[in-house]
């Protein structure tokens, strides 16, 4: 069965301290993998997606087929950065999604 | 630009009530999905409609049915709510080509409560 897993529900941190949030799943062939970010009072979008390669908001995932793992880093954590994260590993059929990770970011 | 587009916001029904979930998205994409939020679950698919004419069950389709009315709209149709259906209501577009490959384009949430 596909599964995906994020095994820290929350994540607190201060501000400048980096941040990594983890991803792991278990999928037969090679899923396309996105992260999706939910700010407070906003609808579910879209962070970045590893097939980009791209840093968005200061945020990169990198994709380890090995220990099937896309963990989502950044180097200086911004309180505009606290939200909930969800990974999702996708194929052509369909989308699953982590159970997320709330990531808080203090002053 | 409205993207995704979800009706009502909110919503409480007495259990056994019927209840349609309107969906609609302007962006000409092929796919549309249902999902449900609940806390400490993350996002379980229900149901999803790769393309008009074309539904198919996700996670956690029972006690649910859906309709791809064209490719605009796709409807969640709740016939006899249980309290065990509370949660927030997600829906949820992506583009053609690959399908499920494209990311997910998603609505405010419809948040049900079922007394």
């Known amino acids: 069965a596909q599964r995906v897993t994020q095994p820290e529900k929350l994540l607190s941190v201060f501000k400048g301290a980096p941040v990594e949030l983890k991803c792991n799943y278990s999928y037969s062939g090679s899923p396309e993998l996105f992260w999706y970010v939910q700010y407070s009072r906003q609808r579910l979008q879209l962070l970045l997606r590893?097939?980009s390669r791209e840093s968005i908001k200061g945020f990169t995932a990198d994709l380890n087929k090995g220990e099937t793992s896309f963990h989502l880093k950044k180097p200086f954590a911004q309180e505009e950065d606290s939200a909930m994260y969800y990974c999702a590993p996708t194929t052509y059929s369909t989308l699953t999604f982590g159970k997320g990770t709330m990531l808080l970011v203090s002053p | 630009n409205a993207g995704v587009t979800q009706t009502p916001k909110f919503q409480v029904l007495k259990t056994g009530q019927s209840m349609t979930l309107q969906c609609a998205q302007d962006?000409?994409?092929?796919?549309m999905y249902w999902y449900r939020q609940d806390p400490g679950m993350g996002l379980r698919l229900i149901y999803y409609?790769?393309?008009?004419?074309?539904?198919d069950k996700g996670e956690v389709p029972n006690g649910y049915n859906v309709s791809r009315l064209n490719k605009r709209e796709f409807s969640l149709r709740l016939e006899s709510a249980a309290p065990s259906q509370t949660s927030v209501y997600f829906c949820?577009?992506?583009?053609?080509?690959?399908?499920?490959?494209?990311?997910?384009?998603f609505g405010d949430g419809t948040r049900l409560s079922i007394l």
């Open positions: 962006m000409n994409h092929n796919s």
């Open positions: 409609s790769a393309s008009e004419g074309t539904t």
């Open positions: 590893h097939i």
């Open positions: 949820a577009s992506s583009g053609s080509g690959q399908g499920a490959l494209q990311p997910q384009h």
